[in-house]
């Protein structure tokens, strides 16, 4: 008789164990001869904790209640927690503090969704270095390690966070309209994102700016075609182009240039990212294996406001996506 298990979760036997544990003992090295010390945070965080640090990230967990009536969360991401941790147990200390981790995650899933309700992380937090300096350390930090832990084809994509969301502000877009807009960015629907611009009062300039830049992918010319798509009347996202331009500038002088893809349509689900934005790729699969970004603001919410930005990876995604790099070589 086999008994099932949750949605979105599975068993994990012998085999399979033993080439994640090799997967994640490379990316632990690798984390730790930069000089990135490994922590550990609890499960479940209290809700108001999560709620802190982003509204839809405590929405996102299981929630319990503890003997006394509280409400614990199971933690959705790792991000949160580490920026509680580091108010709490780092309040002094000199930065930038360079932390890692591996851990699991957990996520409300919708039925039949195919997505994992369960996640097995690996991840790295820069905290107090600022932009541009800081999303180059993390960015090639990470494709150094899952270039050492076997994978031959991943890349990078970068993009801005908060460019979109400085664009509608700049040009006045109602609150309800600009949600909407965030949503089909998000999920990366091109098409409803165009019929809602078109209901919009805006020129047409400004319509075909906020078209256009969403569609533009590909190497360090992208930054130079969405500086003259958005003209001198959209100046604000000009800072936002400045940093990009930093980033990619100082990736570009070293082994990860080949690996990097410049798209300004990349837009993260969590509302915490106010910069710099990454997603991991790997040819060989048909999802993203990781990702990340710039969260300059959380640490305020904890207490210590300091410059930060993340990345992690899904390691079950990884040991796929190098599964079949294995058999398409």
């Known amino acids: 008789m086999i008994h099932r298990t949750p949605g979105g979760t599975r068993d994990v036997l012998p085999d399979e164990m033993r080439e994640l544990r090799g997967l994640s003992s490379h990316l632990r090295a690798t984390f730790e001869e930069a000089g990135y010390g490994e922590v550990r945070t609890p499960s479940v965080e209290y809700e108001d904790v999560l709620r802190r640090g982003d509204e839809r990230s405590a929405g996102a967990g299981y929630r319990v209640f503890d003997e006394r009536g509280e409400v614990l969360v199971l933690r959705s ?27 699991h995650a957990y996520r409300a899933v919708e039925p039949q969704s195919g997505r994992p309700r369960e996640v097995l992380q690996a991840g790295i937090e820069l905290i107090g270095e600022p ?7 993390v960015v090639g930090l990470m494709l150094s390690g899952l270039e050492r832990a076997g994978l031959a084809r991943h890349r990078v994509a970068i993009g801005d966070g908060s460019l979109y969301r ?46 256009v830049l969403p569609t533009l992918r590909g190497g360090r010319e992208v930054i130079e075609t969405a500086r003259r798509a958005l003209g001198k009347g959209l100046a604000p996202a000009v800072d936002a182009l400045d940093r990009l331009t930093g980033c990619v500038e100082l990736l570009a002088g070293g082994h990860a240039a080949a690996r990097v893809i410049v798209d300004l349509g990349l837009a993260r689900e969590l509302g915490y990212y106010t910069g710099a934005v990454f997603e991991l790729y790997d040819p060989a699969v048909g999802f993203a294996i990781g990702g990340g970004g710039r969260y300059d603001e959380l640490l305020g919410r904890f207490g210590r406001g300091l410059p930060a930005c993340g990345i992690v990876v899904d390691l079950q995604r990884v040991h796929v996506a190098q599964a079949e790099e294995e058999r398409l070589a």
């Open 166 to 211: 400085m664009l509608l502000d700049h040009l006045g877009v109602a609150p309800e309209a600009r949600t909407a807009l965030l949503e089909r960015l998000t999920r990366r629907d091109l098409v409803g994102l165009e019929a809602l611009l078109a209901r919009l009062d805006l020129d047409a300039g400004e319509r075909e700016a906020l078209t």
């Open 131 to 137: 932009a541009p300096e800081g999303e180059a350390e």
């Open 77 to 103: 991401d790792m991000t949160i927690p580490i920026a509680r941790m580091v108010a709490s147990r780092f309040p002094e200390a000199s930065t930038p503090l360079r932390l890692s981790y591996f851990a």
